[in-house]
């Protein structure tokens, strides 16, 4: 298992490298605390923005963190080929404290979108959220006895839709 993380550690530095974007990864677990709970307890990769420029910074951060998601889709697929699935580490790629920063964001948005569902008993949609990212909302609102959710659309238009239970 270590020898997987330190190959995911190996395949971001060189990708990194090969983008122009030299720099050290470091494998660190993301602890839970009162205002931050870590919705996948895997491996994040942590890029070290010590020695990077501030356009590899805008670079690395730009479009609301899609490098930093084609980065991490990369990872789990190339890093998981092959690899029977019980077996399989999911990592996240995290890049200045981006990740749980926008967890927070997302926690807040499923709240806000839970009760007005509960309130109005409307359905509702959430869009502009990435595959990882709908995952994330779905897990956040599994807390929530009366809703459901799920996905529906086709990329780069897919959507998840958050409604009541008894609709």
Do not use: C
């Amino acid at each position: 298992m270590e020898q997987d993380l330190t190959r995911g550690q190996q395949w971001l530095e060189t990708v990194l490298a090969l983008m122009g974007t030299p720099t050290s990864v470091k494998l660190s677990y993301p602890t839970q605390t009162a205002e931050m709970t870590i919705a996948d307890p895997s491996p994040w990769l942590v890029i070290d923005e010590e020695k990077l420029s501030e356009q590899q910074v805008r670079a690395l951060l730009k479009d609301q963190g899609k490098t930093l998601d084609a980065l991490q889709y990369l990872a789990n697929t190339i890093l998981n080929l092959e690899v029977p699935e019980p077996e399989q580490t999911a990592y996240t790629i995290e890049f200045k404290g981006y990740r749980q920063q926008r967890e927070k964001e997302l926690r807040v948005l499923a709240e806000k979108t839970a009760w007005q569902v509960l309130e109005t008993g409307e359905s509702a949609e959430i869009k502009a959220l990435s595959g990882a990212e709908r995952r994330q909302v779905h897990q956040f609102l599994q807390q929530y006895d009366g809703l459901e959710s799920w996905s529906r659309g086709q990329e780069p238009d897919r959507r998840l839709v958050v409604q009541r239970k008894d609709n």
